[in-house]
Nanobody
Framework: QVQVVESGGDAVRTGGSLRLTCRLS????????MSWYRQAPGKEREFVAS??AVAESVKGRFAVSQDNGRNTLNLQMASLKPEDTGMYYC???????????????WGQGTQVTISS
């Protein structure tokens, strides 16, 4: 079964940078719309970025990119702040075609901790 795999989380100081990566665990001949979310302790999960949009709270500091354009999504984070701390999750939404069923997959998350 294909899974979503995130990596790159770490503990860094304020102003630092991190690069998170998201990929599928196995090849599948279906396209997915990938996006990043995050969840801080005691708060709801919130949207961070996708290929077509970036949350206002991270605009100008975070950017996404893809490796070979398909079923991957990297999140480049710069000028990190303590409020960026949280578990970062990748979501993959499988596009429905005559060969692929629509499905939403979530990864296990990767922890980002920003200290002042």
């Amino acid at each position: 079964q294909v899974q979503v795999v995130e990596s790159g989380g770490d503990a860094v100081r304020t102003g630092g940078s991190l690069r998170l990566t998201c990929r599928l665990s196995a090849y599948i001949n279906c396209d997915h719309d990938m996006s990043w979310y995050r969840q801080a302790p005691g708060k709801e999960r919130e949207f961070v970025a996708s290929v077509s949009a970036v949350a206002e709270s991270v605009k100008g500091r975070f950017a996404v990119s893809q490796d070979n354009g398909r079923n991957t999504l990297n999140l480049q984070m710069a000028s990190l702040k303590p409020e960026d701390t949280g578990m970062y999750y990748c979501k993959a939404e499988r596009r429905k075609t005559i060969y692929c069923q629509a499905k939403t997959l979530w990864g296990q998350g990767t922890q980002v901790t920003i200290s002042s």
